[in-house]
Nanobody
Framework: QVQLVESGGRLVQAGGSLRLSCVAS????????MGWFRQTPGKDRSFVAQ???????YYADSVKGRFTISRDNARKVVYLQMNSLKPEDTAVYYC????????????????WGQGTQVTVSS
């Protein structure tokens, strides 16, 4: 059974930093591209960042230069380091696994975690 479990979300002040983690089990982690998405109430889940099977990375324009995605294949973990946080970064953050090398589309992701809440106060 595949599981993705996110952690690290909490309340933080604007300008602060957080590191989110997503631990995977039940899948061959190294063959999956891993992505982070976020969602606010009433809106669709939106792409944040992706790291592919070769550790190539891609970011949404809104987080470029502030967020860093990375992966540890030995530990089956994907991280999202978030710096210079803004109130508009407030959302539930989800990690997903895709068989594609690159995708920012939610329908391309085979597995999802349950999400972790990030709240940035002004």
């Amino acid at each position: 059974q595949v599981q993705l479990v996110e952690s690290g979300g909490r309340l933080v002040q604007a300008g602060g930093s957080l590191r989110l983690s997503c631990v995977a089990s039940g899948l061959t982690f190294s063959v999956y591209g891993m992505g982070w998405f976020r969602q606010t109430p009433g809106k669709d889940r939106s792409f944040v960042a992706q790291v592919n099977q070769n550790s190539g990375t891609y970011y949404a324009d809104s987080v470029k230069g502030r967020f860093t995605i990375s992966r540890d294949n030995a530990r089956k973990v994907v991280y999202l380091q978030m710096n210079s946080l803004k109130p508009e970064d407030t959302a539930v953050y989800y990690c997903g696994a895709t068989g594609k090398s690159f995708s920012i589309v939610t329908s391309d992701y085979n597995y999802w975690g349950q999400g972790t809440q990030v709240t940035v106060s002004s």
